[in-house]
């Protein structure tokens, strides 16, 4: 079972992914864990991305699609896995389909966890993280018991630059320029398939589950 996860930034897909890779114990796979990973060991591409990292550069889409090729190779990756965050663009979703095909393989489903941008901006400009321990709430939907001080270590919190309602926009604008394109190009291909975001996570998963067969 090989997986992609699509979604907009706080449509929640990482949430997802990391319960689909639990419930059928396959590798959750996100492109910055494998840079971490990579980097930690000193291996070849590891260093490669570092220098360019060092350099606040992006990382080449090459030297990302070579990363994740070795990643997908791994032993651990034979039942399947589930891309999050990668790919981007699409070259990178042609350079992995290329890829796959010289191992024999290809992409099973792309799901695509749709949420307006109306709801993730107001979704996103809830959340607030303690100064302190980095613990993260939601003024909503996981409020802390008294407001503005966390529940854990009793520091002030904040509404992270992240999360504010212009850079959350300005990001929604660079994720539909982007990534639109990558919802067609599955389309086409007839692995898309789209679950309704805006639902509770677990109504999400439960729709995901049937999409995957139970």
């Known amino acids: 079972m090989r997986l992609i996860m699509l979604g907009a930034p706080g449509a929640g897909k990482g949430t997802q992914a990391k319960k689909i890779a639990d419930r059928y114990q396959i590798p959750h796979i996100s492109t910055g ?22 350099q606040g550069a992006l990382v080449p889409d090459e030297l990302v699609v070579d990363l994740v090729a070795d990643r997908v190779k791994q032993p651990d990756c034979e039942k ?27 992409i099973d489903y792309a799901i695509n966890v749709e949420v307006p941008d109306e709801n993730i901006v107001n979704r996103m400009s809830g959340r607030r993280a303690c100064v302190g321990c980095g613990a993260t709430y939601h003024i909503v939907h996981a409020p802390t018991r ?3 001080v966390c529940d854990v270590c009793g ?3 904040i509404l992270r630059d992240d999360d504010k309602p212009e850079t959350v926009t300005k ?3 660079v994720y539909h320029e982007q990534t639109q394109p990558l919802i067609d190009y599955y389309e086409k291909q007839g692995c898309l398939k789209e679950v309704d975001g805006t639902m509770d996570m677990d109504d999400v998963f439960a729709d995901i589950c049937k999409i995957l067969g139970e």
């Not at 971490?36 to 070849?44: D, F, L, S, V, Y």
């Not at 965050?85 to 290809?106: N, W």
Request: glycine share 10%.
């Open 146 to 148: 008294k407001e503005g």
């Open 155 to 157: 520091e002030a919190l």
């Open 171 to 173: 990001r929604l604008s």
């Open 80 to 106: 399947g896995y589930v891309l999050d965050g990668f790919p981007r663009t699409i070259p990178q979703a042609e350079s992995l389909d290329a890829v796959l095909l010289s191992m024999g393989q290809k």
């Open 33 to 54: 864990d494998i840079f971490r990973a990579n980097i930690k060991n000193g291996t070849e591409l590891g260093k490669k991305a570092k220098a360019y990292m060092d």
